[in-house]
């Protein structure tokens, strides 16, 4: 079954240090992979996502994620923390080949607050 | 402006009372679904509907109903509202090409059942 883990319901971090927030994910196949932020009142937010190529994948607010497959993790980094990075963060899997929950269905994992201090 | 807009953002009922929440997207994305976000949970789809008058179960779809008459509307109708139905309601939209693309979220809803 797909499944997706983020095993920290909480990372603080200091501002100006660099930042990890861990996913791993089970799927039957090759995964597509997503990280989403949720601000306060708001919706999800859509970070960067891995489909193929290159391991480590840029995407928005100076984010970037590294996938790595023989250990079937996602974790999402950022060089050095800001306080407005402060937020919950969500790691999400899509399994190409299962058309379940129709062909765009994404797995959450429980999602991960992150704390950055001044 | 690109967006999923929900309404009611925020809305309390008593239970029994039927109530709707509508979603819209302005993409012309032919994929649309139905998540809540409960804590500790993530999120869990609801329904889905790949297009026009195609709609399907997704992992949680009991006390839920849903309807796409129209590509750009996907509402979710809660017939009989049970407090274990209090939750974040999420909607999102996609395109239908290829798997690939990321899915756009609506600011979301936050329903309360007494």
């Known amino acids: 079954a797909q499944s997706v883990a983020q095993p920290e319901d909480q990372v603080n971090v200091a501002e100006g240090n660099p930042l990890t927030v861990k996913c791993t994910y089970s799927?039957?196949?090759?995964?597509?992979l997503f990280w989403y932020v949720q601000y306060p009142n708001r919706g999800l937010q859509f970070l960067l996502k891995?489909?193929?190529?290159?391991?480590l994948v840029k995407g928005s607010y100076g984010f970037e994620a590294e996938f790595n497959k023989s250990q079937t993790s996602f974790h999402l980094k950022k060089p050095s923390a800001l306080v407005s990075d402060s937020a919950l963060y969500f790691c999400?899997?899509?399994?190409?080949?299962?058309?379940?929950?129709?062909?765009?269905?994404?797995?959450f994992g429980a999602g991960t607050r992150l704390a950055v201090h001044p | 402006e690109a967006q999923v807009t929900q309404n009611p953002r925020y809305l309390i009922t008593v239970t029994g009372k039927k109530l709707t929440v509508t979603c819209s997207q302005n993409?012309?994305?032919?994929?649309m679904s139905w998540y809540r976000q409960d804590p500790g949970l993530g999120l869990r789809q609801i329904y889905y509907?790949?297009?026009?008058?195609?709609?399907d179960k997704g992992d949680v779809p009991e006390g839920y109903k849903v309807s796409r008459k129209e590509k750009r509307n996907f509402p979710l109708i809660l017939e009989s509202p049970s407090p274990n139905q209090t939750s974040l309601y999420f909607c999102?939209?996609?395109?239908?090409?290829?798997?690939?693309?990321?899915?756009?979220f609506g600011e979301g809803s936050r329903l309360t059942v007494l």
């Open positions: 999102a939209s996609s395109t239908g090409t290829g798997n690939t693309g990321e899915l756009f």
């Open positions: 993409m012309n994305h032919e994929y």
């Open positions: 509907s790949m297009n026009v008058e195609v709609t």
């Open positions: 799927v039957s196949g090759n995964p597509y």
């Open positions: 999400a899997v899509r399994d190409p080949y299962m058309f379940s929950g129709g062909y765009n269905k994404l797995i």
């Open positions: 891995y489909i193929t190529g290159d391991n």
